[in-house]
């Protein structure tokens, strides 16, 4: 199986070039019927062999338009729907950060304290040993902390959950004397100096959201997020999800699109979510409207602002971010030259967007899962993104989806 392991990085140099490329302004592009919307996803699914999408469409921060596409298990032919459940990669980190600032109202965390005052372990680069490092580096990919492959890829463990506890991997990682130490899993660079995306520090983020409210992270989430939303096909382990309406995964091989074994995160806060792209809108809609959906608010207004504001200023920013590119939230994302907020996931059988305009107010959310080679990912599922977000023009009077 193929594994390409730093999820939300690997398609974002090609993303951004193919946003440039096509110019995805909304007001451009011609509106488009529904049924030349489907012959257009279903052309280029068996142009690429995508085996299943779901996507949803949202406008003037409201769902008005969800539909799925193609098959969640392609032997069966059982349809892939807005219901159907998938690991989406790195979009979960925006859960992990909505559930530490759910923390940091809580008093029980501050973006901004040094990490070592609340692990059981020291997290110290040891080309700075005297910087501190602070949950903002964390969530802004700051820290200075590494993905060291070799380690990182042993996370991943196929057939289920993974049996190794989150900390004991973190302790082992950082800790000078333990078993995945090395000075490589830092740069030699100050925190706060440099961008680096880092997967096992948002796990790092997870885990002192644990440490400090004394709950596992998918049970807090579980409480505070997922619960009040009614996101009821949502979790992080295959024991909280009806495995019966999980998708199957695959990947594009040289000889045909072959199923591969789905798998669990022992660094699960990164990407360790599975939810479908109907309990997703619900997230996604709730904080571009400031924590608040169908009568329930997840977070306070003040903290999902600080969530979604641009963390990186002209006084305060990575030596190598350019603002007019790249900008971060609390674990959110920009992309097409900072227009758009949101994030994206990638994993062996999965791909996920989830990224809205908030000057056209316009969003999209697509899923698939079948992995494909970047160019084929360019061509095709990117196209498909194109189209969907062309299509919302159409959609600017829709009324809003209720679910």
């Not at 909304?26 to 509106?31: C, F, I, K, W």
């Not at 003037?60 to 990669?89: C, H, Q, S």
């Not at 939303?229 to 999980?246: R, V």
């Amino acid at each position: 199986m193929r594994m390409n392991l730093v999820r939300s990085n690997r398609f974002l140099t090609l993303f951004a070039l193919y946003l440039l490329a096509v110019q995805f302004a909304v007001g451009q592009a011609p509106a488009k019927k529904e049924n030349s919307l489907d012959s257009f996803v279903e052309r280029k699914m068996n142009e690429s062999g995508l085996v299943g999408l779901g996507a949803a469409i949202i406008v003037n921060r409201k769902l008005v338009w969800i539909k799925g596409y193609g098959y969640a298990d392609k032997e069966t032919k059982t349809t892939f729907t807005p219901d159907t459940i998938m690991n989406i990669g790195s979009i979960s980190k925006t859960f992990t950060g909505a559930s530490l600032m759910r923390a940091v109202e809580e008093k029980k965390v501050s973006l901004d304290e040094d990490i070592n005052s609340y692990l059981p372990f020291k997290v110290i680069n040891p080309f700075f040993p005297n910087d501190r490092i602070t949950l903002r580096n964390l969530t802004t990919h700051t820290s200075g902390i590494t993905d060291r492959s070799s380690i990182y890829r042993t996370s991943y463990h196929s057939g289920g959950d993974s049996p190794e506890p989150l900390g004991e991997f973190l302790k082992n990682y950082f800790e000078t004397n333990g078993k995945y130490y090395s000075k490589d899993n830092y740069l030699n660079k100050r925190q706060g100096s440099y961008r680096e995306y880092s997967n096992i520090a948002a796990g790092l983020a997870g885990y002192i959201v644990e440490i400090r409210t004394g709950m596992k992270l998918n049970a807090y989430s579980k409480r505070y997020i997922f619960k009040p939303l009614k996101m009821d096909d949502t979790g992080w382990f295959f024991s909280e999800i009806k495995l019966a309406n999980h998708s199957k995964l695959y990947d594009k091989q040289p000889d045909g699109i072959k199923p591969i074994q789905l798998y669990g995160l022992t660094t699960y806060p990164d990407g360790g979510v599975r939810t479908s792209v109907s309990d997703l809108s619900k997230f996604f809609v709730c904080l571009l409207n400031s924590g608040k959906y169908n009568g329930a608010r997840i977070l306070k207004k003040r903290s999902v602002e600080e969530m979604l504001k641009f963390q990186y200023t002209a006084s305060n920013k990575p030596e190598n971010i350019d603002l007019t590119e790249t900008n971060s939230g609390i674990f959110w994302a920009t992309k097409a030259k900072t227009t758009r907020i949101g994030h994206g996931g990638a994993d062996p059988g999965v791909k996920t967007e989830m990224l809205y305009d908030p000057t056209q107010k316009v969003g999209v959310i697509l899923f698939t899962n079948t992995g494909l080679a970047d160019e084929d990912m360019f061509k095709n599922y990117y196209a498909i993104f194109d189209e969907l977000w062309k299509h919302a023009a159409s959609l600017k009077d829709a009324k809003a989806i209720t679910h």
